[in-house]
């Protein structure tokens, strides 16, 4: 488990002051991204960690020990970024604000196909929700992945109409995937080969970092992204 590569990202994902272009940053320089898991202990990384994140980085062994055990018990995939099953065009459109570990839970291959992302309102009008239906269900039926976030709203009419018509969906959380559950709305219609789901950043993460979701989310999807937001009815396409 130690010597597992997104055990040691993990750790360091963990140590404070140690985000996201940090660390890609490392890994980078560590003949790019081709490493070994070894590559990532302490020794090597002095000249990239100050001395007080090297000594958070060397006492948080049990608080990742636990984590990664929950992530297991929980059935969550653990993806590397060095890994081939890491979607590429979160690579090359991110850059150095790729997610260094994506965690997922459901079909982790969904991540690879072609996708389009929703962003809306909680409280979208009737007539922005139709059209959010309506664009998800065309996408879906051509075989496109809808991707959302998972709050009420554009969120679940987008999830719950591509699963209606026999699509496929991914979920896109904020609060972390160790405190992911089914919401009522989806529970008919879940199926795990259609689904995946996915935090945007740590597996604990305070609400104010759940900002980062919209430009992640967006970003991450090679087409367009139909949208309605704070509750306006025009939809806008990138």
Same mark, same amino acid.
């Given at each position: &488990?130690?010597?597992?590569?997104?055990?040691? %990202? %993990?750790? $360091?994902?963990?140590? *404070?002051?140690?985000?996201?272009?940090?660390?890609?940053?490392? $890994?980078?320089?560590? @003949? +790019?991204?081709?490493?070994?898991?070894?590559?990532?202990?302490?020794?090597?990384?002095? +000249?990239?960690?100050?001395?007080?994140? %090297?000594? #958070?980085? &060397?006492?948080?062994?049990?608080?990742?020990?636990?984590?990664? =055990?929950?992530?297991?018990? @929980?059935?969550?995939?653990?993806?590397?970024?060095? #890994?081939?099953?890491?979607?590429?065009?979160?690579?090359?459109? %991110?850059? =150095?604000?790729?997610?260094? $570990?994506?965690?997922? $839970?459901?079909?982790?291959?969904?991540?690879?196909?072609? *996708?389009?992302?929703?962003?809306?309102?909680?409280? /979208?009008?009737?007539?922005?929700?139709? @059209?959010?239906?309506?664009?998800?269900?065309?996408? /879906?039926?051509?075989?496109?992945?809808?991707?959302?976030?998972? /709050?009420?709203?554009?969120?679940?009419?987008?999830? *719950?109409?591509?699963?209606?018509?026999?699509?496929?969906?991914?979920?896109?959380?904020?609060?972390?995937?160790?405190?992911?559950?089914?919401?009522?709305?989806?529970? #008919?219609?879940?199926?795990? #080969?259609?689904?995946?789901?996915?935090?945007?950043?740590?597996?604990? &993460? *305070?609400?104010?970092?759940?900002?980062?979701?919209?430009?992640?989310?967006?970003?991450?999807?090679?087409?367009?992204?139909?949208?309605?937001?704070?509750?306006?009815?025009?939809?806008?396409?990138?």
């Amino acid at each position: &488990m130690r010597d597992n590569i997104s055990y040691r %990202l %993990l750790r $360091l994902l963990e140590t *404070s002051g140690v985000g996201v272009a940090k660390i890609n940053s490392i $890994l980078d320089h560590l @003949t +790019g991204r081709n490493i070994q898991a070894g590559s990532l202990n302490p020794q090597a990384l002095k +000249g990239f960690l100050n001395e007080k994140q %090297l000594i #958070e980085l &060397m006492s948080n062994l049990a608080r990742v020990d636990d984590i990664w =055990k929950r992530l297991n018990e @929980t059935g969550v995939r653990i993806i590397a970024i060095t #890994e081939k099953d890491y979607p590429e065009r979160l690579k090359v459109l %991110l850059g =150095k604000k790729a997610p260094p $570990l994506l965690m997922v $839970l459901g079909n982790h291959k969904l991540l690879n196909k072609p *996708s389009v992302g929703f962003c809306g309102s909680r409280k /979208a009008s009737e007539k922005g929700l139709a @059209t959010a239906r309506d664009c998800a269900d065309q996408l /879906a039926r051509e075989g496109v992945n809808v991707v959302s976030g998972y /709050a009420a709203g554009v969120d679940m009419a987008v999830h *719950s109409v591509a699963l209606e018509c026999g699509g496929t969906t991914t979920l896109v959380l904020c609060e972390g995937i160790l405190h992911f559950k089914i919401k009522k709305e989806l529970k #008919e219609l879940w199926d795990w #080969e259609r689904i995946v789901v996915e935090p945007l950043a740590k597996v604990q &993460m *305070s609400f104010p970092k759940c900002l980062i979701g919209n430009p992640v989310l967006v970003k991450s999807m090679p087409y367009g992204c139909p949208t309605e937001p704070f509750g306006h009815d025009k939809v806008i396409k990138r």
